[in-house]
T-cell receptor, first 110, second 115 residues
């Protein structure tokens, strides 16, 4: 299994601003998933983007995938305090299990 | 909605005790997973199971065992708890339609403290 590396490790913004976090990986993938974890809770699946897709939207979330650069980005538009959480990417290749990185910790201040 | 439940949110045990962490999912999922999460180390896979009575080691199985006697239940066992097993334990399940690499649904976690 391969692990994604999220960047930055931490991000602090004001409510209403956009938040962008990135994920890099090393080998080819079938899909890449993003998850959110609120403090002290389990992970929640946000979005899955397949290797033949370049962009995907879900509400205020926009995910892009650049397989040539082996990278993905997650954009949260018009951030709210409730978006404060850690965000993880999980690049998915072959038949191995998902591997989660250390995440990006997002703090949205009112 | 998929629901994954874990038997305890917080647990305090003594060194050397046998500890059982239970996980139950209600969506007839084939695959179930146990992770531990530690600051600075992220999530690490301990064991997973793709069928009843089947189990596979993850990245850090040492000191742990698992049991899956029924499809909906996956138990993590610490045979003799040690202080370095103090951690947040997360259970997850996935449908199994596309194998073990598809979307996972997580429980709320169990924060275990071993004294």
């Amino acid at each position: 299994s391969q692990q994604g590396e999220e960047d930055p490790q931490a991000l602090s913004i004001q409510e209403g601003e956009n938040a962008t976090m990135n994920c890099s990986y090393k080998t080819s993938i079938n899909n890449l998933q993003w998850y959110r974890q609120n403090s002290g809770r389990g992970l929640v699946h946000l979005i899955l983007i397949r290797s033949n897709e370049r962009e995907k939207h879900s509400g205020r979330l926009r995910v892009t995938l650049d397989t040539s650069k082996k990278s993905s980005s997650l954009l949260i538009t018009a951030s709210r305090a409730a978006d404060t959480a850690s965000y993880f990417c999980a690049p998915n290749s072959g038949y191995s299990t998902l591997t989660f990185g250390k995440g990006t910790m997002l703090l949205v201040s009112p | 909605d998929v629901k994954v439940t874990q038997s305890s949110r917080y647990l305090v045990k003594r060194t050397g005790e046998k500890v059982f962490l239970e996980c139950v999912q209600d969506m007839d999922h084939e695959n179930m997973f146990w992770y531990r999460q530690d600051p600075g180390l992220g999530l690490r896979l301990i064991y997973f199971s793709y069928d009843v009575k089947m189990k596979e080691k993850g990245d850090i199985p040492e000191g742990y065992s698992v049991s899956r006697e029924k499809k909906e239940r996956f138990s993590l066992i610490l045979e003799s708890a040690s202080t370095n097993q103090t951690s947040m334990y997360l259970c997850a399940s996935s449908p199994g339609l596309a194998g073990i690499r598809e979307t996972q649904y997580f429980g709320p976690g169990t924060r275990l403290l071993v004294l």
